[in-house]
């Protein structure tokens, strides 16, 4: 392989055990409207985009995740409305936006009350920013 072709090539950094065998944990036990969204998102049936679950980048693990768009999905609990919770939902969100990583937020409820219109904004986003630029 000539040092040109090697520079073309990305080489992920590894994921560190501990994060891995968290999002491994997170899989097997997902929220309700975890698993209600992931009805959709799986098998590439939003847009024909591929989601994966429960993926761990950098220090956090990611409800789920477009690689092809770096569009992040977060649900959200109650939980989240605390101050801590709060500082840490913004410092998480200004580490991915550092990747150029967006991220869009539903709160769990929102996802029981109003599928249609989540998904919706879900496949707004991909088509945003698939959109190849003026």
């Given at each position: 392989m000539t040092e040109e072709h090697e520079k073309k090539l990305f080489f992920p950094a590894p994921v560190p055990v501990p994060l891995l065998e968290s999002a491994r944990a997170l899989r097997s036990a997902?929220?309700?409207?975890?698993?209600?969204?992931?009805?959709?998102?799986?098998?590439?049936?939003?847009?024909?985009?591929?989601?994966?679950?429960?993926?761990?980048?950098?220090?956090?693990?990611?409800?789920?995740?477009?690689?092809?768009?770096?569009?992040?999905?977060?649900?959200?609990?109650?939980?989240?409305?605390?101050?801590?919770?709060?500082a840490h939902d913004s410092e998480r969100t200004a580490l991915l936006a550092a990747y150029g990583i967006q991220v869009l937020r539903f709160w769990n409820k929102e996802v029981f009350l109003n599928l249609e219109g989540v998904l919706q904004r879900i496949h707004d986003a991909l088509t945003e920013l698939k959109a190849p630029p003026p």
């Open positions: 997902m929220t309700d409207a975890e698993q209600l969204l992931w009805h959709y998102l799986r098998g590439k049936q939003l847009a024909g985009f591929r989601f994966r679950r429960q993926h761990p980048i950098d220090r956090f693990v990611l409800d789920f995740y477009c690689c092809e768009v770096k569009l992040a999905i977060e649900l959200d609990g109650g939980q989240h409305n605390e101050p801590d919770a709060k």
